[in-house]
Nanobody, 116 residues
Framework: QVQLVESGGGLVQPGESLTLSCVASGFTFDSLDVRWYRQAPGKEREFLAFISNLGGIREYAASVKGRFTISRDSAKNTVHLQMNSLKPEDTAIYYC?????????WGQGTQVTISS
């Protein structure tokens, strides 16, 4: 059974950067496609980025393309989300997710707050 654990959130000022991490366990890491999402208070969960199991395909939502970069480190079973030029509207809980046999698994989320 796959498990996902996010980390790296925190409070930063507008324009600063953060890198989130998603550590996967319980499944062969190189077989997992991984997505990052976020959910702001009162809003629906929003897709941000996708990376295929071996990293050859990466996709981004228009709202973060050019500012966010998704990557993976097979040696550490980790997918990263590098976030630059952060804005107050990026404030949300950030989740990573993977799908196995049509079933989605989610981490517990990590809070990101952008405020001066």
């Amino acid at each position: 059974q796959v498990q996902l654990v996010e980390s790296g959130g925190g409070l930063v000022q507008p324009g600063e950067s953060l890198t989130l991490s998603c550590v996967a366990s319980g499944f062969t890491f190189d077989s997992l496609d991984v997505r990052w999402y976020r959910q702001a208070p009162g809003k629906e969960r929003e897709f941000l980025a996708f990376i295929s199991n071996l990293g050859g395909i990466r996709e981004y939502a228009a709202s973060v393309k050019g500012r966010f970069t998704i990557s993976r480190d097979s040696a550490k079973n980790t997918v990263h989300l590098q976030m630059n030029s952060l804005k107050p509207e990026d404030t949300a809980i950030y989740y990573c997710s993977t799908r196995i046999s049509g079933i989605d698994t989610w981490g517990q989320g990590t809070q990101v707050t952008i405020s001066s």
